[in-house]
């Protein structure tokens, strides 16, 4: 985006008008650009670098002992998990692998302690507890009856990353009662593989998403009443929904001890005696993939929303879109980075060449404001009507150079937070990367990136100076030298599909300016 704000572009033109009767220190600029650095570096540290979970002084959830809970499997063609009475736990994600080097799974709730739970609270009888015992009935079907007389069945079925939980109460006990349903997800935080992405807790109430970081859970507790909704857990590509599907809901997300807890329980459903009721539960486990999401949406109303795209989502995602469906063609998503770099630079031409045709005739126009710089270097007001009617008279703008860069600035955030969202960038190979969406481990393309903004730089310049080496104009220039060193450094923590773009933009940018030249010549 600097490739715009070289020392004839109108934005510095314009800033060396403002300041022609004003002599600065050379050390000035300098220090901007410095104060500028150390604040872009300590963003990047903030942002990039994984978090160690603060410490908590609260005592730690009580342990059941299960020994005596059986362990059966359920599984679909996308998940495998392990059931014990009211918990589901160690959910493996059969089409992701933990890294490109490795066959293991990708493992949700798979520490030791992790686990959704499932169950119901009763009023006026007794509920299945997390250390009952149930009878296995076969066909993923279990069934359990109280001292009271009432008779439970729990069947759970799987379809692609939706778990479905039905409990089945039939009450035989002589009396009504009630029973109220409840879910809860417990889990520790998972920063170290969410750099760049706020994770945590989330939850869907009354329509709205909220989310609550892991930084935020370790301070304080948070509770929603909403007529339905779902809760759980989001990291950078996974996330673990529980929601009941029944009115009248509380949820609460806090931590508790070393681990982290998402509960939802729903108003109680009265069982009148000899009546038999169900009530459904839905647990998502799986990855933040759009298209995905859309499909579990049918079962958890709102899960479909909970993908955060940023400011510029309506960016973010036709470039998403567009960037799997180049994928589908060639197969490898380096080079469908490049093809749609290559699609938006092709898009932005009319813009660009605009900006070009400015630059051009703002550098004609240099010796004309000289003249009327030093003509009325003691009247501002004179100064500026003289330079408006410059700028009318040859039509043209101070920002009209700057047009491309300004879009760019969005382009740029879309596509930072498309690639840090998207789960198919992850073990995305290109040349000698393993993986498009972590940093460049041999730092080769945020070297060529710095290389190429500096020959765009150099290619861009004029071969004229500025007359007078302290003014505005001078130091902006000997300070836009170091922007390409200040980019590698910034760029060289950004995903490598990032950097990857802005490599191929600035080439394809300094192709287009030598084919703008020969026209404009």
Request: charged fraction near 15%; include cysteine; aromatic fraction near 10%.
């Amino acid at each position: 985006m600097v490739q715009y704000m070289d020392k004839n572009s109108g934005f510095n033109m314009w800033n060396a008008n403002k300041a022609t009767t004003q002599k600065k220190s050379p050390f000035s600029g300098f220090l901007w650009w410095t104060m500028i650095f150390i604040a872009a570096w300590w963003l990047v540290g903030i942002f990039m670098t994984p978090k160690a979970p603060l410490t908590d002084t609260t005592a730690p959830t009580a342990v059941e002992d299960l020994s005596s809970v059986p362990t059966v499997a359920v599984s679909s063609e996308k998940i495998n998990a392990m059931v014990q009475g009211l918990r589901i736990s160690n959910i493996k994600l059969s089409e992701y692998t933990q890294s490109a080097d490795t066959s293991e799974l990708v493992s949700l709730l798979g520490g030791n302690g992790n686990f959704v739970e499932v169950g119901l609270i009763s009023t006026g009888s007794v509920s299945p507890v997390a250390t009952t015992v149930w009878n296995n009935a076969g066909d993923n079907t279990y069934t359990w009856r109280n001292p009271n007389g009432v008779n439970f069945t729990r069947h759970i079925g799987t379809d692609g990353y939706v778990i479905t939980i039905t409990d089945t109460i039939e009450n035989k006990s002589g009396h009504d009662a009630a029973f109220a349903p409840y879910a809860r997800i417990i889990r520790e935080n998972d920063m170290k593989s969410s750099s760049g992405i706020s994770t945590g807790a989330i939850a869907y109430v009354n329509s709205d998403i909220e989310e609550e970081p892991w930084a935020r859970l370790d301070k304080k507790s948070f509770a929603y009443s909403t007529t339905s909704g779902f809760t759980g857990f989001a990291d950078q590509y996974w996330e673990t929904i529980v929601s009941i599907d029944s009115p009248d809901q509380t949820i609460r997300v806090k931590k508790s001890g070393d681990k982290y807890s998402a509960d939802t329980a729903a108003g109680a459903v009265t069982v009148a005696n000899g009546e038999t009721k169900s009530i459904t539960t839905n647990i998502f486990a799986g990855p933040r993939d759009q298209d995905i999401l859309n499909i579990a949406e049918t079962k958890i109303a709102g899960i479909a929303e909970t993908v955060d795209y940023g400011w510029f989502w309506f960016l973010a995602r036709p470039m998403l879109w567009l960037l799997n469906a180049i994928h589908h063609v060639v197969m490898n998503y380096g080079i469908a980075i490049i093809i749609m770099t290559i699609l938006l630079r092709i898009l932005m031409w009319p813009l660009t060449r605009k900006s070009y045709v400015s630059m051009a005739t703002m550098q004609k126009m240099q010796p004309e404001m000289q003249r009327i710089q030093k003509l009325y270097a003691n009247d501002k007001m004179r100064l500026q009507m003289e330079m408006m009617k410059l700028y009318q008279t040859h039509k043209t703008s101070p920002m009209s150079g700057c047009l491309p860069m300004l879009i760019q600035i969005p382009i740029f955030f879309a596509l930072y937070k498309a690639l840090l969202v998207s789960v198919q960038m992850r073990n995305a190979h290109f040349l000698w990367i393993h993986d498009l969406s972590a940093m460049d481990p041999y730092f080769i393309l945020p070297i060529l990136m710095g290389a190429t903004m500096w020959l765009q730089q150099r290619l861009q310049s004029s071969s004229s100076k500025p007359n007078n080496s302290n003014d505005a104009l001078a130091q902006t220039q000997r300070m836009m030298r170091w922007m390409p060193v200040l980019f590698t450094v910034m760029f060289a923590w950004m995903p490598a599909g990032l950097v990857l773009y802005w490599t191929v933009s600035n080439i394809f940018g300094i192709i287009q300016m030598q084919i703008i030249k020969k026209k404009t010549k």
